[in-house]
């Protein structure tokens, strides 16, 4: 912020001009891109799609409603991952790397379960519902106490230590938990049981119309729905409760908080137990979507859900949720949207490099993110 | 950052082995005088001009074994290496000398495993071959590094064209001298697959996927090669990452063109991600697939989505033959395995892994001569040996080493799963034979 203010009152610097350029680029690139995608979608025999890619086909509308749904589900995992970093740096000012290994836990905790229920014969028809229920419970009891006691025993003694100390911290317990777990379960992919016929099944909504008919798979409408709630859930603990209510005061200012008589330690536990249950959660929806599990599962969708929470707007849970809806959204589409009408090869494979470019993009035009970061007082300073 | 530090130490590893491989050579060339006048004349193999080594009187003569045997790979490189440790137990001394294959090193699957692994076996001097690696990925960056030390290197699974040549005369872009292979080479193994889609079931569109692994791209670029040369038709060629877990996108690509064929020669758990999620991509309700000896493995076969796909892989129907240099067949083989290790081999490159091993006896043996209580290895006639090798008898069938290191036998079946529950059954149905 300060840096803005600074550029203002001065003369333009090269790094202005240079960061000026990368945004016209960027933007240039997207818009190309979509008017590439729109004309080749209309004439796929245009001469720019010849010159480009000549051997480019236009999607139809079933294969563009995929990856809009493929997306949106995997956006809301991002996200419910995403709220974890969020609250924890709205609190305490410092990234919590290991949040993604608690996902992975969560991911772990629904390899065994479901295991355990499949074999029982639970894991199909009438049984599968309660089942379910039952394995996300506990996973989010396992990530919950995983990410409290994270927070008792790594982070807690850290306290007040300048803040690049408890990120290494995070690192290092990522790093032992990922480890923790292959001495365990050993290096391999775990796989979930099958999911029932009923739940696989493609469903089919057309509330408004033909044109605008949709089909989704049980299993992804079932992320979307799961995601929802939750996310609704934690809005009403955090905006109508008491708890949450100190939840937020401890964010805004440690200690004016605890001389209102706010039990800020109780307050932090929260928070973690909270993020823990949120990516228990979404490890149990990863489980169900992606039906394999392995020790650095938690890695790439941890630096997604960070980097969605920062799209979104640090410390903002909505802003976590939409940049996690947004992000997941665009790697899906932005590959064969964006980058295959311009001729790239395997665009695919680029969908990383779509997420950390939205990321640039996003802090090069709104460098506080979509919906605006709340941060502390300290923080802000 | 992570990447830039991996990069940095990349650059430092490979000054490193610039400066040690460049004192080599020196002290190479200086112990050359003595071996100078060996020659054919006394009745072993070589010039001298890679050096020589000794093994005194008690020692062992030193070979190494490198392949995948932690991670996602293990189940190939696992078998590969006791491949090679059966191979030594059954070859026995040579003139007198035990053969000592060390620790089983890792390659890792992946080009810095290679490297790191290739690093510390030219540190010692003593080793004259490695047989390894795994994978092809590991490959392209340990078998510059060894073929520079005078070592040799025999691969028995890597199978990218990159490693040997186009099998038109033209040495691929990652072929180093001492480099060999008792694998197939994937050219073979494209034709085949693409042989089996355009004639045999007569469909005339395909795409292919691959992951960016030299072993995945060369061989999805074999296929379509050979499927366009055989007048089909490729509508889409792409990949994924091997981390990547949701395929919709990817397939949806493919699925623009609408392939009546996919082929995605890939691994584990990237290939368990496609053949789950194919059928929720809309225009691919009817497409076939086919897959590669990357994931004809029990894992994959045993879940349920991996039924009616086809598989590309080498033909492992060795029914009696017999490796001449220790006499052993494939059944005599698999029980002292299962006896040993208390499971079958989960791979198919084992007979070739153990070819391979008694291949480099047999030229360590003629590449030799005892100088009083000493064996003396001339590292050229290891290599002398290995260039002339034709018509060698193996597990594996008839071995003839060409130009580039290419020696395997070639053969490659089709198989169609029929079964997640009986995967023998499935192993056993073959639909397609080839041979060159």
Not at chain 1, 303 to 320: D, E, Q
Not at chain 2, 267 to 286: C, K, M, R, T
């Amino acid at each position: 912020m300060t840096t803005a203010v600074k550029a203002k009152g001065s003369k333009k610097t090269g790094v202005d001009k240079f960061l000026t350029l990368l945004r016209f680029l960027l933007i240039g690139a997207i818009a190309i891109g979509l008017i590439a995608f729109v004309w080749q979608q209309i004439d796929p025999n245009n001469p720019f799609a010849r010159w480009r890619n000549p051997d480019a086909q236009p999607l139809t509308a079933e294969q563009i409603k995929g990856l809009v749904v493929t997306g949106l589900s995997q956006g809301a995992m991002y996200g419910l991952i995403a709220l974890g970093y969020s609250m924890v740096y709205g609190v305490l000012g410092f990234i919590n790397f290991a949040h993604g290994e608690v996902f992975m836990l969560g991911a772990f905790t629904g390899f065994v379960t479901s295991n355990k229920l499949a074999d029982a014969g639970l894991w199909e028809g009438g049984a599968f519902i309660p089942s379910v229920i039952m394995t996300a419970v506990l996973a989010a009891l396992i990530a919950t106490g995983a990410a409290v006691l994270m927070e008792r025993v790594a982070y807690r003694p850290l306290r007040g230590s300048p803040r690049l100390i408890p990120l290494i911290t995070s690192i290092g317990v990522s790093f032992f938990i990922q480890n923790a777990v292959i001495l365990l379960f050993g290096p391999g992919a775990k796989g979930y049981p099958p999911n029932p016929e009923w739940l696989q099944k493609k469903r089919r909504f057309d509330l408004l119309g033909d044109a605008f008919a949709f089909e989704v798979e049980g299993t992804k409408l079932l992320v979307l729905v799961v995601a929802s709630f939750s996310m609704a859930g934690l809005w009403y603990f955090v905006e109508r409760t008491k708890t949450g209510k100190a939840m937020r005061a401890v964010a805004e200012d440690k200690e004016i908080a605890s001389l209102m008589g706010i039990n800020v330690n109780k307050t932090i536990v929260t928070t973690f137990a909270v993020g823990g249950a949120m990516a228990g959660i979404a490890g149990i929806l990863w489980g169900l979507l992606f039906r394999s599990v392995i020790a650095t599962t938690g890695f790439l969708p941890g630096i997604k859900a960070f980097t969605a929470a920062v799209v979104g707007g640090v410390g903002n849970l909505g802003g976590a949720m939409a940049g996690g809806v947004s992000l997941g959204t665009a790697e899906a589409l932005a590959p064969l949207m964006l980058l295959e009408p311009l001729g790239v090869a395997g665009p695919t494979q680029l969908r990383d490099a779509v997420a950390f470019l939205l990321l640039i993009l996003v802090l090069l035009v709104k460098p506080t993110g979509l919906f605006g970061e709340r941060l502390s007082s300290e923080d802000r300073a | 950052m992570k990447k830039l530090m991996k990069l940095l130490s990349v650059i430092f590893a490979l000054s490193l082995v610039a400066a040690a491989c460049s004192d080599d050579a020196t002290t190479d060339a200086g112990s050359d005088t003595t071996a100078a006048d060996g020659g054919g004349d006394a009745g072993y193999l070589g010039d001298g001009s890679l050096g020589e080594v000794t093994v005194e009187a008690g020692g062992a003569i030193q070979i190494r074994s490198l392949n995948a045997i932690t991670g996602d790979v293990a189940f190939l490189g696992l078998p590969n290496q006791r491949g090679v440790e059966q191979a030594i137990a059954d070859y026995g001394q040579i003139k007198g000398f035990d053969v000592d294959m060390g620790v089983g090193l890792d390659d890792l699957c992946s080009a810095d495993g290679g490297q790191a692994a290739a690093q510390s076996i030219v540190a010692d001097e003593q080793v004259i071959g490695v047989i390894g690696t795994s994978c092809s990925g590991a490959a392209t960056a340990a078998a510059p590094l060894i073929g520079n030390a005078g070592m040799v290197m025999i691969s028995g699974s890597n199978t990218s064209p990159a490693l040997t040549s186009d099998q038109q005369g033209n040495a691929g872009p990652d072929y180093s001298v001492g480099y060999y292979r008792t694998a197939h080479n994937d050219l073979f193994q494209g034709a085949a697959m693409a042989e089996y889609v355009f004639n045999e079931l007569g469909l005339t569109t395909a795409a292919a996927i691959h992951d960016g692994d030299p072993y995945t791209d060369g061989l999805a670029t074999a296929f379509t090669n050979a499927f366009t040369e055989l007048g089909g038709e490729v509508t889409g060629y792409s990949a994924v990452a091997k981390e990547d877990t949701d395929m919709v996108p990817v397939l949806t690509e493919i699925a623009a063109g609408s392939p009546e064929a996919l082929f995605f020669p890939i691994f584990q758990p990237a290939g368990d991600f496609i053949a789950d999620q194919v059928g929720s991509v809309s225009g691919l309700e009817n497409t076939q697939l086919f897959a590669a000896d990357g994931l004809l493995v029990d894992g994959f076969l045993e879940l349920p989505q991996s039924e009616g796909i086809s598989f590309s892989g080498p033909d492992t129907r060795f029914g009696e033959n017999k490796n001449e240099s220790t006499g052993v067949n494939a059944n005599q083989f698999l029980e002292t395995y299962e006896a040993a290790n208390g499971e079958a081999p989960s791979a198919p490159f084992w007979g070739h892994s153990y070819d391979a091993t008694a291949m480099l006896l047999d030229a360590i043996a003629a590449a030799s001569y005892t100088d009083g209580d000493n064996l003396v290895i001339d590292r050229a006639g290891v290599r002398e040996y290995l260039n002339g090798i034709k018509g060698y008898s193996g597990i594996i069938g008839t071995i003839n080493c060409d130009d580039f290191g290419d020696c395997g036998s070639q053969k490659i079946t089709i198989i169609e799963h029929l079964s997640s529950s009986d995967l023998d059954a499935s192993k056993a149905n073959v639909k397609f034979e080839y041979a060159p």
